[in-house]
């Protein structure tokens, strides 16, 4: 044999050991979980007529619930599904997170009091406001308040 097989051979015995070597270090390292238990667990539907009904406990103190049915049942054109439910569990800082929601044709709802909320509105934008809504007419079509066309000087356009 020449030299140029016994490299090739010598390269490919390294590449099979790296690739034993990667195997066993990307399995995985043992798990510091511990499974937490279901304390408690209801599932009822989907029904005929599209209600159902789910919640569920865990041992660290998380639950869920949802239940929800088809609004308008039988209006192919008016149907629609809607749910309402929550979720609590506690947070990583000890702070206990609780969010309720609904969904429906208007979107999903979610409220809880961990949830960001807008900033208050400066007060001259307030004024300005609440002036438009007690002068509608003001805001009538016809006096100005529409777009204008554009100024274009005469001559050529290109």
């Excluded at 066993?24 to 043992?30: E, V, Y």
């Excluded at 979980?33 to 539907?45: A, D, K, L, Q």
């Excluded at 789910?54 to 749910?83: D, H």
């Amino acid at each position: 044999m020449d030299s140029a097989s016994n490299r090739n051979e010598y390269q490919i015995a390294v590449l099979a050991a790296l690739c034993l070597v990667s195997a066993c270090l990307a399995r995985p390292q043992g798990s510091n979980t511990t499974p937490i238990p279901i304390i408690s667990y209801v599932n009822e539907g989907v029904n005929f007529d599209g209600s159902y009904k789910w919640s569920y406990e865990t041992a660290n103190e998380i639950q869920a619930q949802e239940e929800g049915y088809v609004k308008n049942l039988g209006n192919p054109e008016q149907e629609t599904q809607f749910a309402q439910g929550g979720y609590q569990y506690t947070a990583p800082d000890g702070t206990r997170i609780s969010l309720t929601y609904t969904a429906d044709e208007n979107g999903f709802v979610p409220q809880g009091a961990h949830l960001p909320t807008p900033p208050p509105i400066p007060e001259a934008i307030q004024r300005a406001l609440e002036y438009i809504a007690a002068h509608p007419e003001e805001n009538e079509a016809g006096d100005g308040s529409e777009p204008q066309p554009a100024y274009k000087p005469a001559g050529r356009q290109y």
